[in-house]
């Protein structure tokens, strides 16, 4: 639970305020982030709604996270994404396409005030990486989420993804 904890204050420390503002005085833009967590696993729960929780284990688990823009001037704006996958941390290549997604726990979960927090399993397309350095994964997904009511979410991403450490 420490490490959601943890988890929540770096995502809200990264939405904090941009000078780069497109032309918005009162906008923060939109950002990606993505970064990866040694010694964790993702416990998924049984229940309905479907949650997960990161913990502490043996694995190394991967969060991508969109942080929509945000503006003072429009109330209740604030839109994000989490994607989240764990992998086994002695492999240094690794590629995951449609149903081997639930072997790394791949799951996508919206976050605003209007929005349903559920998690959803992300069950079609690709995740794949390889390990640059110790500290360093080059990573790409390349996911669609069925968000229902025939809605798909596709979410394409290519990064390094560098490690955070939570004491």
Known sequence: MKKLYILFLLLSFLSCSNDDD???????????VGFFLENSSIAVSESDPVQ???????????IYSFIGAQCDHIADDEYGENGIFQIDPEIDEFSYEDEELSEIKAHFKPV???????????????????????TL???????????????IREISYEADFQVQTIE
């Open 22 to 32: 497109n032309g918005n005085e009162d906008c923060d833009p939109e950002m990606n």
């Open 137 to 151: 994964y080059h990573v790409h997904i390349d996911v669609n989420v069925e968000l229902g009511n025939d809605e």
């Open 52 to 62: 997960y929780a990161i913990e502490d284990g043996e694995d190394l688990v991967f």
């Open 112 to 134: 605003s005030a209007w929005i349903s927090r559920v998690a959803i399993p992300i069950e079609n397309g690709v995740i794949s990486g390889e390990r640059l350095n110790s």
